[in-house]
């Protein structure tokens, strides 16, 4: 079982590795879809800007309601960049707002007993959930989406 600082650290690097993978994109390739049925990089980058405080207020939940198992809601990509203007939003402003959400539950995370990661939550689709496998979802959501940013930058030759 990895250390809260380990857990930490693995999910901060998702930001900065996200933010590398988008580097030198123009706003064109940015908005671009390469790929048929795929969503642009932008949209990607929104869709992980918008699902970081989704997946920040499970953790909180579990870790502020001890008496009680929370209830850990699930949400709709599919809505979520139907509804939003994804393409009208800017980039930097989405990078800055998933780094500033990391750093913050990062500490958060560093500074639990192995006691508190082992709290649940109940998902309302995935049943109990202990904080540990809530955290290993975070660290592991970023890395999915960086094969399609790469997928969709091979496909426009950069």
Excluded at 101 to 130: D, S
Aim: hydrophobic share 45%; net charge neutral; glycine share 4%.
């Amino acid at each position: 079982m990895p250390t809260p600082a380990e857990l930490a650290d693995q999910y901060l690097k998702g930001a900065a590795d996200l933010r590398a993978a988008v580097k030198g994109m123009t706003r064109e390739q940015l908005l671009a879809r390469p790929v048929a049925g795929k969503w642009s990089t932008l949209e990607v980058v929104c869709h992980i800007a918008d699902f970081e405080p989704v997946l920040v207020d499970r953790m909180k939940r579990i870790l502020t309601m001890y008496a009680d198992v929370p209830l850990l809601l699930s949400a709709d990509e599919n809505l979520f960049v139907k509804e939003l203007k994804y393409h009208d939003r800017d980039v930097e402003e989405e990078l800055a707002l998933i780094e500033a959400t990391r750093k913050q539950m990062a500490r958060i995370i560093r500074a639990l007993t192995p006691e508190q990661l082992q709290l649940q939550g109940n998902h309302n689709k995935k049943g109990l959930m202990p904080l540990e496998r809530v955290i290993q979802m975070a660290i592991g959501h970023i890395p999915s989406h960086l094969k399609f940013v790469e997928e969709k930058r091979k496909a426009l030759g950069i």
